[in-house]
């Protein structure tokens, strides 16, 4: 048999060795803010994981490395958990690969995220790729202006801000209408069957409220109240609403009378026939969690419902509430 001649580079007369194809060790990200949770049709952490993955897999080029994921997190900043763990790894050359579902997943803030993608990431030899829009750093076009990917995250902040707007103001609209936009009525009430953001009184909770009142006004703290109602077996309101269902979580299974939940009802104008509003907010866009209101910013909207106590009773009751605080006994007036 003929002897088969090596190939030789012929300045070097060396062996010529096959290019090695380089393997990108990737890392999935994936994200779900508040606002997404629950909507119809909405990416879940999941199906995002699960695109991610299938992507990854079939891929030559590349190995999984890791999934990093933020629940909850809004995409208006980076300054998420699982982000900053990726940015980490990425740092000590553990992941040289980012894949995301799209680029709304990274984020929205399209200043923040040109930096990544236009900036730091070729800096830092980072391929990078939006999976359900076909973008690949390492294949795509890159003009004088970049990959117009700040473009399309522009588009995406403005989305962003414009429904956590219209959000904002549709809520602020039916408060002002005196409807009732929460999750679960106060307790004492429940929501109308035929008009849910109307409330009535609950005929198994209200004599409880009332109860409540009176024993206050007969002289017993809060917390002789709260070891009253649970030592005859009374569902505190979070029990309460585990046994009808609405609460799902396993820890209100057991949840108990506490000296503050008293004080909360006593101080609620709700039992008026008030509907009381807004004294927290929460801005999805600007990613603020839960923020306290002042007292003088709250939607107050008077007569809405039916009263469980009247004006002289609720008057009294706050009367000697101040009165404790006076003394400096809060806790217990």
């Not at 050359?93 to 980012?98: A, F, L, M, P, Q």
Request: charged share 30%.
């Amino acid at each position: 048999m003929a002897r088969t001649k090596r190939k030789v580079n012929p300045l070097s007369a060396a062996p010529i060795k096959p290019k090695e194809e380089k393997i990108y060790r990737a890392g999935g990200y994936v994200r779900l803010s508040v606002e997404d949770g629950g909507r119809a049709g909405a990416d879940t952490i999941k199906t995002q994981e699960e695109m991610i993955l299938h992507y990854i897999e079939a891929q030559p080029d590349m190995e999984f490395a890791g999934m990093y994921s933020d629940n909850g997190k809004s995409g208006t900043d980076f300054h998420r958990p699982e982000f900053e763990r990726l940015l980490g790894d990425v740092k000590s050359g553990k992941i040289n690969c980012i894949a995301v579902k799209d680029l709304s997943r990274f984020g929205r803030n399209y200043l923040e995220a040109g930096n990544y993608l236009e900036r730091l990431f070729p800096l830092l030899g980072v391929r990078f790729v939006a999976v359900a829009e076909g973008f690949d750093s390492l294949t795509a076009e890159k003009g004088e202006e970049g990959y117009l990917i700040p473009l399309r995250n522009m588009m995406n902040e403005f989305y962003s801000r414009d429904i956590s707007r219209k959000i904002g103001s549709a809520l602020a609209l039916r408060q002002q209408r005196g409807e009732f936009i929460g999750t679960w009525a106060p307790y004492g009430y429940r929501k109308c069957a035929d008009h849910p953001r109307r409330l009535k009184p609950d005929p198994e909770t209200a004599p409880v409220v009332r109860e409540i009142f009176d024993l206050f006004l007969s002289g017993a703290a809060y917390r002789q109240i709260a070891e009253s109602l649970n030592r005859r077996e009374i569902p505190s309101p979070a029990r309460y609403r585990y046994q009808k269902g609405e609460a799902k979580a396993r820890r209100y299974a057991e949840a108990v009378w506490k000296p503050p939940t008293i004080k909360n009802i006593l101080s609620g104008e709700v039992y008026l026939g008030h509907m009381v509003q807004g004294r927290r907010r929460q801005s999805f866009y600007e990613g603020k969690g839960r923020q306290r209101i002042p007292q003088k910013e709250w939607v107050i909207v008077r007569g809405t419902h039916e009263a469980l106590v009247d004006e002289g009773v609720f008057k009294r009751a706050q009367e000697r509430m101040e009165k404790g605080k006076r003394s400096g006994n809060v806790s217990e007036p």
